[in-house]
Structures are given as C-alpha cells and as structure tokens.
C-alpha cells in the first residue's frame, strides 16, 4: 500500500478494478457465488476510494501551515448589524407604549380615575 496520501485513493481504486475482473472470470466459469463475493469485495474497495476522496478534500491544506497566523476575525456583517439595530428600535417602541399606555391608565379624566 502505499504511503503517499494522494496515492491511496488509486490504489483502492485499482484493487477494485482487479476484484471486478475477478468476478467477471468468476462469472465466465459459471461460479456465481465467487463471483458475488468478488463484486462485494470490489464495491468496499470503491467505496474506499471515495471515503479518500472525500477525506482528502476535508483535509487541511500543508501550505496552511507554513503561512503566517490566522487572520483575526472580521468584524459583524451589514445584515447583524442591521437585526440587532432592529431589535433595539423595536424594544424602544415598546417600551413607549407600556409607558404611554400606563400614563393614561393613571391620569383622570372629568376628575375621575380609572383606579
């Protein structure tokens, strides 16, 4: 097997291509059992090759590391900034309206009180 990370996927791949051509003789005998067994095989070992793929992919770039630190985080986007400026007017003209709505229940009116 070898020990390069990028090579791994084509060896699975290869090892799957030769258990593909061992079912297919398999299947020229007339052995279907061996020949099931061999798809099997060929299917993990495709499966394999993806699940490299997908993990090669995933993997952090090497010239990551040999680069400077991170970059520090960027500030808020337009649109945080535009929602929690939203909520702030929205909490404002609540406010004044348990306030307003308040004031009216406690002022009289014709010299009587709504107590």
């Known amino acids: 097997m070898p020990a390069n990370f990028g090579e791994i996927a084509t060896y699975h791949q290869q090892e799957a291509a030769r258990h593909y051509a061992l079912a297919q003789a398999a299947r020229d005998r007339g052995s279907i059992a061996d020949a099931e067994y061999e798809d099997g095989l060929a299917a993990r070992w495709e499966e394999a090759a993806q699940e490299q793929k997908i993990g090669m992919m995933q993997a ?56």
Do not use: D, E, M, Y
């Not at 929602?83 to 009587?112: D, E, M, W, Y």
């Open 60 to 115: 952090p770039s090497r010239r990551r590391s040999k680069q400077g630190p991170l970059a520090p985080p960027q500030p808020p986007t337009p649109l945080t900034v535009a929602c929690l400026l939203a909520v702030k007017h929205c909490v404002k003209r609540i406010a004044a309206a348990i306030r307003q709505s308040i004031i009216k229940r406690s002022t009289p009116f014709n010299g009587l009180t709504l107590r």
